[in-house]
């Protein structure tokens, strides 16, 4: 069988990680990133020894990226980073999974059909995976915002971007600390799940524990709120737990009182490691003058994304939703 140009990619890039690794003994994730700009800027960087860069500069010769469509290059790239995160024990390190990109990015479609520009943030953007999936579906002007905390997974987003030729301003941050960005009009996430170290940080939130840590997954929402103009949409990958046990009382309140629930999407246990690590979809609308909830909450239980036939029928369930709610 021939090979599709996305196992080809992978498979010049893994080689090429491979190769940065052996020589420069550095983890396999810092080694795809010296990687991905090799190609980038078609040519090893200056620091390297001439041994590498004439490895480097034989290996560019087998590639050539403009050969490559932006979701090609994206989908190589996730396999590099998924091999990568095998050898990784650390929970941050986890990437968005392909499908569940692309649903959250026809909902965004949906939500945003009626504007001709998008102001688009990504408060935990991680690989940048779900920004860029969603960035390139819109298919309308986007100007797209990104924010992460972890050096190796930001620098991988933004050679990412730059090879898919989709513009981002990434801020290298704590997301739970003040941005320099006005409001937007769409907030999609993959929410960190778990407990906020900096207690002191979280006494400024509405939603922080009564008691010790505060959990991150609740404080994202809020900080997306904050970041949220009046009426804007927000997509959001949350814990199935979310709304059960410690602190769910006070979002419960909170999403009351600034909010509407547009919808709930129960992801398949199926698409997820193991049952504590199953997420749902939760779509909110920032609630503003004018604003108001739909008479009937999208609530949808999705099947395996691997069930096409389900799928379909699902996504025709949710279209003929779509035509009833009133966007604007």
Known sequence: MEKSNVETLFEWMDETTQIIEQHMNEPYLDSLILTLETLFYDGADESMDDILSHKLHTALKQVTIGNYQP???????????????????????????????????????????????????????????????????????????????????????????????????????????????????????????????????????????????????????????????DGGYLILLVPNFIFDGAGSDKLHAYLQKYAHIIGMLQLPESAFKSEKNAKSILILRKKGKHTEGPKQPLLVQLPSLKNTKAMEDILGKMNNWFKNYNVK
């Open 71 to 229: 979701d090609e290059i994206r989908k190589a790239i996730q396999f590099s980073v998924l091999k990568g995160m095998k050898d990784t024990t650390q929970q941050q390190h986890m990437m968005t999974p392909e499908a569940i990109a692309l649903i959250v990015g026809y909902l965004a479609q949906k939500l945003t059909n009626h504007q001709e520009k998008i102001r688009l943030f990504d408060p935990a953007s991680g690989t940048g995976n779900l920004v860029t999936t969603v960035s390139s579906q819109l298919g309308k002007t986007v100007n797209a915002y990104a924010s992460e905390v972890d050096q190796t997974l930001i620098q991988l987003a933004v050679v990412s971007a730059n090879l898919q030729k989709i513009e981002i301003e990434f801020f290298h941050q704590d997301s739970l600390r003040p941005f320099l960005l006005d409001p937007v009009d769409l907030i999609v996430s993959d929410l960190p799940v778990g407990y906020y170290p900096d207690d002191i940080r979280a006494s400024t939130y509405e939603l922080k524990a009564d008691e010790g840590h505060s959990y991150a997954h609740h404080l994202f929402i809020e900080q997306s709120m904050n970041y949220t103009h």
